[in-house]
């Protein structure tokens, strides 16, 4: 190939692209240059020093140009006197490296002993030990013997909070770090956060934060993985294991659609009363998912699981008390009950549970003629599993951000990608800077406007218009950008638009791409940015979307809520609930305290299971720590509730209840475990034999997942449709309330992390500052909103990033929030300040 | 050279140069005139190559061909001129800037013109902010003559000034990490290539040049490459100034023609040695010097960069520093070491934490804690960061450690013990402190 250079490596021949690093080059064929500041993620910088080679080159003739050639009629190759970094070296055609002469091991052996002269030497109590980079090489390298005169160590600061010493959720030890910037390159490239830096120089150069809060960035914690020391450690693991005692288990995260793969870290501790608790999450290798990273909600939120307000027995109402019960008598009275309500049962299960929860629960309610839904705000899953990102069962590769560029359009629609789905915000950061055109359309400025191309803002109310403008020929140079791109994806959400405006909002975006012909083909589709981790895959098994709602149980003898609290979000109150109500939970939610029924389920990390991702993506997990007390798995629950009413017959395990999915659902048509499961060798390879190229990432052995075919790729040939949103009411004198999502809130899966909690904002809105001085509001001011008949303290924060007109308000702070945008007053709160 | 005739220090020649109608008067201005109304770019390139004129900086690159190397057809692109002027030993750029500084406004103009830039920084050392105010004043006139701004001279051509004060850092010297540092970014050189030719200032192509180089330039415009020929030697031509310190009769700053020896700038230029002491060494280029041992040899040798070069030493910037008889090497190395620590931008693991073990290891042979076998180690640990540094600044750090212990290392075993090695002291009292310059 033209693009291809060859050259040798320790005798070693080898074919690489252009442009490729002398590191990975070497990396291609198994040899191992030992690197710290060099990371395959980020650019090089060649300041540790410790990945020299000797280098040589074919010699050219000055004059001429011409390749000079030795006595046997082959290309001469000059060294040159000294070495040369690996990591910041391209490759050259015919370029001979040499790693394994005794000149370069004696200068990583000089590099190594620097290094040591300013370490503290505390492995023994560092939280590194025993995966560290720098105590692996300096068995490889080091001396035996310290040459350096101990009293002579320069001291500097431990146990540094990078924040507040009350909300820092990373510490830096600065006597153990190497300066080897890949932190700060990771928030400046990666994450374009740009909280961390130098400061000073020379021997007393050290990493500080100068953010407010300090280290202000969701993905934090990925710095801890990279760091080749022990000077970053989490709030939530230092000082909690060592890593060999640790067993790991294969996840996926649950909080956000885009399914990060992860890894538990879990051991059996006295300190635990003798249990097997999880110690600290991190990320899992899936190039096409999440490369090597993930959000510090994912990493930090986990800990609802292990909450002692867990339920962990059946509980049966008797005397108007919710009392515990056997398993026996809690399901036989759920069955015939249920059985007994037939057409009038309605069943309302959440987004967060797995693939054979939903299904296992779809069959059991509709097989008695009940209706089973998925309870949730963003509607648009019948379009997505239709026109939705394909598999490329065609062209062999499925839709993979990672290797999206030129060409094509990336459309962003009435979402703020970071809060709602922290990784894809960085996959279509990269993918933006590889050159895709990113169209980024809602109605106040996000984060993704930094990397858009075109930035359309549109009246609140105006989504789908705006969209549907788009068909227009020529209406606009974006419109025209994405008609032409030869790929587009679209990522829909939900803000600005009630229920029915999603449903008109994600047929708009269907039709955009069915019109511009980006259906049915790999790296093309529609992706609804959910509000759960399977969203899809309720959409995937049939589920209709249908948020919790009085008139939705009007009719209803029985109700079935599994996994969703629309008492606690005030969705529905207790008089809206039928005669007979089941709820199957984690905690004795607001709902489950009204219920006559109350069934104790198995958090995810305790049993085994899939998700299907926004990326349509079939991903599995596995359990890591066991269940508490008499919880049992849902979808356990919900086919022993199917079998006792005789409306299914296929056991409970998840490996059953997956069977039957790809028996009976035609995307998962010949799909099982050991499929999902499949693994293949990623590039790059970090986290192999050496832990210092990638970082302490775990290698992902137990499953890459599969992308499911859409419809469109299965034959059904998708029709456009009447799009049409309902007008927005807005009485004169009010301002307009947006309900914004937020990464960090107070949900029940997400509030147990109390470390994360003084990054959860106080409820506040965002007013425009036309707006604040008309009304006489100053910023940080504590504000009166009138919602409805209710009114709410929050406080007033006066941006610019509120539209005039428009008050920004997070959903999930503890402030009812309506489901789209709501008339709204706003005024300086009376009450005196403490 | 006629003492009369300076061509980079005028001001000694004519008083108030540094006046603008002064410099008028005396021909000021009349090269940029002639450059940007009669000269393409490439004409003045060449008749700066034809010249011979090499960059002052340090390195002695020859400048025509540096400003040739610009990324063809990318534009904006910037002139930047290196006034950080931070090596031990070294005063002239200073001198040029506070009572010559319209020669170098006009030098530094031509070369933006030549490299079809319209936008001048000027990085000025820190410490010289009262020069900073003295040149912003002159900027200040340039613009309201017309010498600066728009249209210029009735052309399309147009530039603008700036200046830009460092904040102490000997590194932010080094080209690329003064881009850094006028970026707004911490001062750590970059990776090169690529080269500020392709990726400079903001990543557009950029001249990097010294004070002292530019300032060559109004002469060759106005009176031709052959008649700045006249002085130096054939690869080196042109005057220099050379800055004396230390032990020296008349420290100071002297203009002279490249290819003096170094007899006549000690003893005719200088005064010879303080005190009629004897002249036991010399440091051709301040603190990166290789320290060279006085001979006759040495003193014939003309200061030229082949002649210096063919010493195994650098002419560099020409801050000589003189050391008499009554010199102990190891004490001089201790402040080089010191310095170098210091300034150690940390990023590269051999400087940052190679100069830090040799002042430890100095600090003892200093204070009579060391013992035999640190002198061997020195040794050892300076040529463990020989040849793996990020940038020069490393490699300048080891050059007088490794050059005093191989002509004089006995003035280092002399101050060893037979015991085992004493640390150092750690809270040094403050005055110590102070001189460390910590
Ligand atoms: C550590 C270090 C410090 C330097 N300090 C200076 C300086 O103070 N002034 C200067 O002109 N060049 C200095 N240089 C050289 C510059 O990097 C650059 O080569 C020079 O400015 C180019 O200008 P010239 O071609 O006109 O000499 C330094 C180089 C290094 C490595
Ligand atoms: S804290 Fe870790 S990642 Fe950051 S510079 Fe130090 S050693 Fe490198
Ligand atoms: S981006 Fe989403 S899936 Fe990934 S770790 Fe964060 S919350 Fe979990
Ligand atoms: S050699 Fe010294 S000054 Fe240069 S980059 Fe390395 S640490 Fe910085
Ligand atoms: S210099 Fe190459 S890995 Fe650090």
């Known amino acids: 190939m033209a693009d291809q250079v060859t050259l040798t490596i320790d005798g070693v021949s080898v074919s690489v692209p252009k442009g490729t690093l002398i590191v990975d080059a070497a990396k291609r064929i198994d040899n191992d240059i030992p690197v710290f500041c060099y990371h395959p993620k980020l650019k090089p910088v060649g300041m540790c020093r410790m990945c020299l080679v000797e280098v040589g080159r074919v010699m050219k003739d000055r004059a001429t140009g011409q390749v000079v050639l030795d006595d046997a009629g082959q290309p001469k190759v000059g060294f040159g006197p000294k070495l040369e970094t690996a990591c910041t070296t391209p ?22 002993e620097f290094l040591l002269t300013s370490h503290p030497l505390d492995c023994p109590v560092c939280d590194k030990g025993g995966e560290c980079p720098l105590q692996n090489l300096t068995l490889r390298h080091g001396p035996g013997k310290s040459r350096f005169v101990y009293d002579e160590k320069q001291k500097n600061d431990k146990h540094v909070p990078l924040g507040g010493p009350d909300d820092a959720l990373i510490f830096l030890d600065r006597e153990r770090c190497i300066q080897c910037a890949r932190c700060t390159r990771f928030c400046d490239e990666i994450a374009d956060d740009h909280v961390l830096g130098f400061y000073q120089r020379g021997r007393k150069i050290e990493i500080a934060t100068f953010s407010e809060p300090g280290f202000d960035s969701k993905f934090s914690g990925n710095t801890t993985d990279i760091c080749p020391v022990g000077a970053l450690t989490t709030a939530d693991f230092r000082f909690g294991a060592r890593p060999w005692e640790l067993t790991t288990s294969a996840s996926i995260c649950n909080h956000c659609p885009v399914g990060c793969n992860t890894t538990f870290s879990t051991r059996r501790e006295a300190k635990s009363g003798g249990k097997q608790v999880i110690k600290r999450v991190l990320p899992r290798q899936n190039e096409q998912v999440n490369e090597v990273w993930i959000c510090d909600k994912g990493r930090f939120g986990y800990h609802f699981i292990e909450s002692p307000a867990r339920l962990t027995a059946p509980l049966v109402r008797k005397d108007g008390k919710l009392v515990e019960a056997t398993w026996d008598e809690a399901l036989t009275r759920v069955a015939e009950t249920f059985k007994a309500a037939g057409s009038a049962l309605v069943g309302l299960a959440g987004g967060r549970l797995s693939n054979e929860d939903l299904f296992a629960f779809k069959q059991a309610v509709s097989g008695v003629g009940g209706k089973a839904l998925l309870d949730a705000p963003l509607a ?23 290797q999206i560029g030129k060409g094509t359009a990336i459309l962003v629609v009435a979402s703020d990608l970071e809060e709602e789905a922290p990784l894809w915000w960085l996959r279509v950061k990269a993918a933006a800077e590889r050159g895709a055109t990113l169209i980024v359309a809602n109605a106040r400025p996000t984060k993704t406007d930094r990397y858009a191309k075109h930035v359309v803002r549109y009246d609140v109310g105006n989504a789908v218009s705006t969209l549907a403008g788009m068909l227009l020929e020529g209406s606009s140079d974006y419109a025209t950008a994405f008609a032409q791109a030869e790929n587009a994806l679209v990522f829909y959400g939900r803000e600005g638009l009630d229920f029915a405006g999603t449903q008109a909002l994600a047929q708009a975006c269907a039709n955009l791409l069915i019109e511009t012909k980006h259906v049915g083909r790999a790296q093309n589709g529609l992706i609804g940015v959910w509000t759960t981790a399977n969203a899809q895959g309720a ?27 629309p008492l606690g979000d005030g969705r529905l109150t207790r008089k809206d609930l039928p005669p007979f109500t089941v709820v199957q939970e984690l905690f004795l939610t607001d709902t489950a305290k009204a219920a006559d029924v109350v069934l104790p389920a198995a958090a995810w990390a305790e049993r085994e299971g899939t998700y299907t991702s926004g990326e349509r993506r079939v991903q599995r997990f596995y359990p890591a720590v066991p269940a508490p007390g008499a919880t049992r798995p849902d979808c356990q629950i919900a086919a022993e509730i199917g079998k006792a009413m005789g409306a299914t017959r296929f056991g409970g395990f998840p490996a059953q209840v997956f069977l039957e999915i790809a028996r009976t659902v035609p995307a998962f048509a010949g799909l099982n475990y050991a499929a999902v499961s499949k693994v293949a060798p990623q590039w790059p390879d970090v986290g192999g034999r050496d832990q210092y190229y990638g970082g302490a990432s775990t290698t992902n052995l137990q499953g890459l997942g599969v992308q499911l075919p859409s419809a469109a790729e299965r034959g059904t040939v998708p029709q456009a449709a009447r799009a049409e949103a309902p007008a927005l009411a807005h009485p004169v004198g009010t301002l307009l309330v947006l309900p914004i999502a937020k990464l960090y809130d107070r949900g029940a899966t997400f509030a147990p992390s109390t470390l994360v909690h003084p990054r959860v904002p106080a409820p506040f809105v965002a007013i425009n500052p036309a707006d604040a001085a008309r009304i006489g509001l100053a910023d940080g001011d504590e504000a009166e909103l009138a919602l409805d008949a209710d009114t709410v303290l929050v406080v007033a924060k006066v941006t610019a990033d509120a539209p005039e007109g428009v008050l920004l308000l997070p959903v999930g702070l503890g402030v009812a929030t309506p489901e789209g945008p709501a008339p709204a007053r706003v005024a300086k709160s009376a009450r005196v300040a403490a | 050279m006629d003492q009369g005739k300076h061509i980079l220090f005028r001001h000694r020649d004519i008083a108030n140069l540094r006046d603008l109608d002064v410099y008028l008067a005396h021909g000021g201005f009349e090269a940029f005139k002639k450059a940007v109304t009669t000269l393409t770019p490439q004409q003045v390139i060449d008749e700066v190559k034809n010249a011979g004129l090499r960059g002052r900086g340090g390195a002695g690159f020859p400048t025509g061909l540096k400003w040739s190397f610009l990324t063809k057809d990318s534009f904006p692109r910037y002139v930047v001129i290196n006034s950080d002027e931070s090596e031990p030993g070294t005063f002239k750029d200073r001198e040029i800037l506070t009572h010559n ?7 530094a103009m031509i070369t933006a013109y030549a490299s079809q830039a319209n936008t001048i920084y000027n990085y000025v050392r820190g410490e010289y902010w009262d020069v900073v105010a003295g040149l912003e004043r002159c900027v200040a006139q340039l613009y309201e003559r017309g010498f600066l701004g728009e249209k210029l001279f009735g052309t399309e051509f147009k530039l603008d000034f700036f200046h830009h004060r460092g904040a102490g850092a000997y590194i932010c010297g080094e080209e690329s990490a003064l881009l850094e540092s006028i970026e707004g970014k911490l001062g750590q050189p970059r990776l090169k290539p690529p080269f500020p030719a392709d990726k400079g200032l903001y990543a557009k192509p950029t001249v990097v040049n010294n004070t002292e180089t530019v300032t060559n330039v109004p002469f060759i415009i106005q009176h031709g490459a052959a008649a700045y020929r006249q002085n130096g030697t054939e690869k080196s031509p042109g005057t220099k100034l050379f800055c004396l310190s230390g032990h020296i009769q008349k420290p100071g700053n002297v203009e002279l023609p490249l290819g003096t020896t170094l007899r006549e700038l000690i003893y005719t230029h200088g005064g010879g040695i303080r005190g009629g002491k004897g002249f036991k060494a010399v440091m051709l280029s301040g603190a990166s010097s290789v320290v060279l041992k006085v001979d006759d040899a040495l003193l014939d040798t003309p200061l030229d960069y082949e002649s ?3 010493k195994g030493a650098m002419l560099g910037s020409a801050s000589v520093i003189v050391l008499d008889e009554t010199v102990d090497l190891s004490w001089v190395i201790l402040k080089t070491t010191r310095f170098f620590k210091h300034e150690s931008c940390g990023k590269c693991t051999p400087c940052r934490e190679g100069t830090f073990w040799m002042l430890s290891i100095l600090e003892r042979i200093n204070q009579g804690g060391a013992a035999k076998a640190d002198v061997d180690l020195l040794q050892n640990v300076a040529s463990q960061i ?17 050059a005093s212990l191989k002509t004089f290392r006995g003035d280092f075993d002399a101050r060893t013990t037979d015991g085992a090695p004493k640390a150092a002291p750690k809270s040094a009292p403050k005055k110590a402190a102070v001189e460390a310059g910590d």
Do not use: H, Y
């Open chain 1, 91 to 112: 490759v050259e055609p015919g370029m001979v490296v040499v790693g394994a002469s005794q000149k370069v091991t004696d200068a990583r052996d000089d590099i190594l």
């Open chain 1, 380 to 402: 648009g899953g019948d379009l997505t599993t239709v026109v939705g990102v394909s598999a490329g069962v065609n062209s062999g590769a499925g839709t993979d951000l990672g």
């Open chain 1, 539 to 565: 959409a995937e098994l049939g589920l209709t979307t249908t948020p919790a709602s009085p008139a939705v149980l009007a009719a209803a003898r029985a109700a079935w809520f599994v996994g969703t609290d």
């Open chain 2, 101 to 107: 500084p319209f020669q170098f406004l006009e030098g």
């Open chain 2, 308 to 310: 210096v070069a063919a």
């Open chain 2, 386 to 402: 020989q040849n793996k540094c990020l940038c020069p600044l490393g490699e300048f750090s080891v050059t007088p450690v490794l």
